[in-house]
Structures are given as structure tokens and as C-alpha cells.
């Protein structure tokens, strides 16, 4: 039995070969992938063993597309909850643990109340028992001091971070085109 068609998304490659981002994974819906091939602004480079139809021809779901016009990344990262939780890769920054990103909040290194700003220099990853034990206070009152100083991240940082965070599923034909931060299976 075959997989819903929802279940068959296409990896999207830059012109380069390279993911447009590995975390979160850059994919497309089938149906955004087949439209691309149509408007001939992407190169098929795999597929799945699933077909589609439609009145006159029949053809393979793409399972990996590369664009046909490079896209440069962004100069500067956004300034999202997500992207500094993947800046210091999960991990919070006072006990040192990582945690699903549901599990995790956003401290203020300097407060709010005492003039601190919410900024990637002092915003970082905290989870909910250390931001609330360090609660309204500066690290030195509190006696909780950052792993890593907070700092704006380059793009390039986010996305070797992201190779570290495999998604559940990776089709097969993607392998070729992703590199995680892995151990190997030996053969």
C-alpha cells in the first residue's frame, strides 16, 4: 500500500546542490514541487516510485528538486524564539541539558526591568526550572552564570547547527544530498 500523497514531499535544493535549510528541512508539498517542474523552475534530480495522472500523461512524484536560479541565503538571521533555541542547539544555557523546543523558554540575560534588551547579545536559551530560579535577578545576584555568551549567529552557524537535528523521516533518494552530523553505521 502506498503512502498518502501528502506523505511524499520533495527536499528542495538550491542551485548549488546545497538544502535551501536543513533545519527545519527545506521541503515541498508534492503538489508545490509538481507545479515547479511545470513552470520549469526546478530540476528533477529523484523521485518516488509513485505516480500521479492526469488527463493525458502520467509521471513520477519528484523526491528531490534543485532550483534552476541560485537564491543567495539571508545576510542576517532572523531574530525568532526557534532560531535562538538552534543558536545554543538546544541546549539550555545555565544547566547545560537540551530539551525538545516545547520544553524550552527564552531568558533575558540582563532583565528587562534592569534595562536589558531582547536582543540575539542578551537573549538565550533557558529551561523552566533555570529561568525560574534565575527569575528577575542579573546572573551575578543570582549565581547563574551563560555556558556561551548570547551573540548574533551567522546564517551559515544556524544551518551547521540544524545538520546536527536530523528529522524523523528522511526518504531514501535524500541521502546523497544531506550530510548530518552523525555517526555511520559500519558496513
Known amino acids: 500500500m502506498h503512502a ?4 511524499c514531499p520533495a527536499l528542495v535544493l538550491n542551485a548549488d546542490f546545497r538544502p535551501l535549510s536543513y533545519f527545519p528541512l527545506s521541503l515541498w508539498s508534492w503538489q508545490d514541487s509538481v507545479k515547479a517542474v511545470f513552470l520549469d523552475r526546478v530540476t528533477v534530480l529523484a523521485e518516488y516510485d509513485r505516480y500521479i495522472h492526469s488527463p493525458s500523461r502520467e509521471f513520477r512524484l519528484p523526491s528531490v528538486i534543485s ?14 524564539r526557534f532560531n535562538v533555541f538552534l543558536r545554543d542547539r538546544f541546549d539550555c544555557q545555565y544547566c547545560g541539558h537540551r530539551f525538545h523546543p516545547e ?5 533575558h540575560v540582563v532583565p528587562r526591568s534592569k534595562g536589558g ?8 536559551t533557558a529551561c523552566s526550572d533555570c529561568n525560574l530560579r534565575k527569575g528577575n535577578r542579573l546572573p551575578h545576584v543570582a549565581k547563574m552564570f551563560p555556558r556561551v555568551k ?6 551559515w552557524q544556524l544551518q551547521e547547527n540544524g545538520r546536527g ?11 546523497d544530498y544531506l550530510y548530518w552530523d ?6
Open 67 to 80: 532550483l534552476k536560479e541560485y537564491v543567495p541565503p539571508a545576510k542576517r538571521p532572523a531574530f525568532t
Open 117 to 124: 534588551q531582547t536582543t540575539w547579545e542578551n537573549i538565550l
Open 165 to 175: 537535528f536530523p528529522p524523523n523521516f528522511l526518504h531514501q533518494s535524500w541521502g
Open 150 to 155: 548570547p551573540h548574533l549567529p551567522t546564517v
Open 182 to 187: 552523525t555517526e555511520l553505521d559500519p558496513v
Open 103 to 107: 520544553e524550552l523558554t527564552f531568558d
Open 4 to 7: 498518502s500523497l501528502n506523505e
